[in-house]
């Protein structure tokens, strides 16, 4: 069923979802905070812009955004997926530890920032465009995957991606020499071993949008970890 929910605010649009069936499609969202926060069992359709903290604390729904999203997508986020077929804004994914977020735009600063794994759970986030700086900032576990499709000439991540990286993979689609890494991280370009760890996300991803699969999968990835020697481990790791 449909839900208008253009003169809803947060409180009431999460009431109603919540007492909808197990699927729920949802029209004239313009900016609401929190929709789905904590919510499992249930897919949800939104068609509009939905506001900060989309799917905080998501614990296993699916959330599908026909357009856009703003800052703060999937913050602490336990299970469940967000797809979005448009651009997110900054901090998508913060503190997450598990579930997928698949973006097929762009997103904006600190994307990944403080993700982590938690037990058997490992989150995934894929970014089909371009990310801001500090990408992954503090990650403690988890994988980073951005593609950069359409990029051009221009970085596929700004600035200092993994700063405080203590944890988890990033994968940036391109050898990324124009990009200034902190000394923290280390970097290599992908062996078949590497890709093997992300050709099930790749696929899935490109089953939501529409690419090419086997044109990304053959494209060159740079692998992006934490040093070993990094100063940032003694801080989070107990010897």
């Known amino acids: 069923m449909m839900y208008d929910v253009s003169g809803l605010d947060f409180k009431a649009l999460n009431e109603l979802v919540r007492s909808s069936g197990k699927e729920c499609d949802i029209s004239g969202c313009c900016g609401q905070r929190f929709i789905a926060a904590g919510m499992d ?3 949800i359709n939104i068609d509009g812009i ?3 903290a989309l799917g905080a604390y998501l614990n296993g729904a699916e959330i599908y955004v026909h357009s856009n999203a703003q800052d703060a ?13 448009g651009n997110i804004g900054d901090a998508a994914g913060y503190a997450m530890r598990g579930g997928k977020i698949y973006v097929r735009g762009n997103a904006g600063y600190r994307a990944g920032i403080h993700m982590k794994a938690y037990r ?3 989150p995934v986030m894929i970014i089909g465009g371009v990310c801001g700086s500090f990408l992954g900032e503090y990650q403690a576990g988890g994988t980073i995957i951005v593609l950069g499709m359409n990029a051009g000439k221009k970085n596929i991540v700004g600035n200092f991606p ?6 988890g993979k990033m994968y940036l689609r391109g050898n990324c020499d124009g990009v200034r890494f902190p000394s923290q991280v280390t970097r290599h370009t992908a062996t ?3 890709m093997e760890e992300i050709r099930g996300y790749l696929s899935e991803y490109c089953e939501y949008f529409g690419f090419d699969f086997d044109e990304i999968f053959r494209s060159e990835f ?3 970890s934490p040093d070993s020697n ?3 481990k003694q801080m989070y790791v107990a010897n």
């Not at 997508?73 to 077929?85: A, F, L, P, R």
């Not at 993994?162 to 944890?167: A, N, V, W």
């Open 222 to 224: 740079t692998v992006i």
């Open 192 to 194: 078949a071993s590497d």
């Open 230 to 232: 990094n100063p940032y």
């Open 120 to 122: 058997d759970k490992k």
């Open 73 to 85: 997508v999937g913050d602490t986020m336990n299970e469940g997926k967000i797809i979005v077929y």
């Open 162 to 167: 993994g700063t405080g990286m203590h944890g």
């Open 41 to 43: 069992g249930k897919k």
């Open 50 to 52: 939905p506001g900060n």
